[in-house]
């Protein structure tokens, strides 16, 4: 099988011999060449026809999200954003993710060397999945809301998500209307992008979207978005339904971990929840889904031509964990039809 050809791109001279080093130990990856800025790297894309291109996000002479759009437009490529660990990296990064940008690994402040190789395996298969893809195009239409009564306030809609789920989180979201029952999600996320993450969210949404916070009361209209690093759980307060963080181990090396929320809504909340599995790398949520399709929930996966990575709904479905898949577009409307 041939391997993954790599470009590099970033102004760190430090960081592009690191990774070169990292992404080499894989015999299944070939870095052909590094850039140390979006015009080097727009004439070696020619030269080198690269399989995936991973881009820092704060680079020289142009600027790094002009470069991304006319990639997308001109040459697309599955594309990984390397990202400084801030408010301003985790902005600029989920800008990315919209205009096209596939995955994100981020770039440790200090001590770089140490850093980049403490999770060596995690970089390494995050461009072995990208080498997979298939870069699409991005449209952005207006969005369509999907308007109907609701006679019940006590359903409760799960999503959980990893690559590529960003924006299918968001595509779903900008489908639902203020009225919708209240919304759970997992996204796998650092701490410093899930309050960023929320926020856009929010600005696209007609529903209220916030980052879930310990012992908030679950209401219909808003959403909930688990903080990196920390489990969300959904635990029932009398006739309430509250978020419950949690610090307890990674599940499926996740936290937070979709099988973690769907676990805890299958034991408080049952055949009162509809629940999907959008686009992601691995399995986590696969097994959670199954525990909530068996305690009577409603369940759902993102079908494969749609998904950025179809492994987490690809696992779901295998496990007989969904009822059905849906194609992307369709997803918001197939989870409230579930609610009748």
């Known amino acids: 099988m041939a ?6 791109v970033d102004d760190s001279a430090l960081v592009r011999s690191l990774m070169t080093e990292i992404l080499s130990a894989d015999p299944a990856l070939e870095v052909v060449g590094c850039a140390p800025d979006p015009l080097v790297a727009r004439d070696r894309i020619k030269q080198l026809k690269p399989d995936v291109l991973t881009l820092d996000v704060e680079m020289p002479r142009m600027d790094g999200l002009t470069f991304l759009e006319n990639l997308m437009r001109l040459h697309p490529l ?6 400084s660990l801030t408010e301003t990296g985790a902005d600029v990064t ?10 994100f690994v981020t770039k440790p402040k200090l001590d770089v060397s140490a850093g980049l190789n403490a999770y060596a395996e995690l970089l390494r298969e995050k461009v072995r999945a990208l080498g997979r893809v298939r870069p699409r195009s991005v449209a952005h239409s207006a969005p369509r809301l999907v308007r109907r009564p609701y006679r019940t306030t006590d359903r409760i809609i799960a999503i959980g998500a990893s690559t590529g789920g ?28 899930s309050g960023p993450f929320a926020a856009r969210l929010d600005r696209s949404s007609a529903m209220s979207v916030c980052e879930a916070a310990d012992g908030q009361q679950i209401l ?44 805890s809504l299958a034991a408080h909340a049952g055949a009162n929840v509809v629940a999907t599995i959008l686009t992601g790398m691995g399995e986590d949520g696969a097994r959670g889904l199954l525990t909530l399709r068996e305690a009577g929930a409603r369940t759902f996966a993102q ?32 989870l409230l039809d579930a609610l009748e």
């Open 220 to 263: 219909p209209g808003h959403a909930y978005v688990a903080p990196g690093d920390r489990h969300l759980l959904i635990v029932r307060s009398g006739a309430r339904y509250v978020c419950r963080l949690s610090d307890g181990p990674p599940q499926n090396r996740h936290r937070p971990s979709v099988e973690a929320m769907f676990d």
């Open 166 to 193: 960003t924006e299918a989180i968001r595509a779903v979201l900008e489908q639902m209307p203020a009225d919708a029952p209240a919304i759970v999600i997992t996204q796998h996320i650092p701490a410093a992008f």
């Open 78 to 83: 599955p594309v990984l954003m390397v990202s």
């Open 3 to 8: 391997r993954i050809k790599i470009l590099i």
């Open 303 to 334: 079908d494969e031509a749609s998904s950025v990575v179809w492994g987490m709904p690809g696992a779901a479905f295998r496990l007989g964990a969904c009822e059905r898949v849906v194609p992307l577009d369709a997803m918001a409307q197939a």
């Open 94 to 103: 989920l800008q990315a993710l919209e205009l096209g940008a596939v995955d």
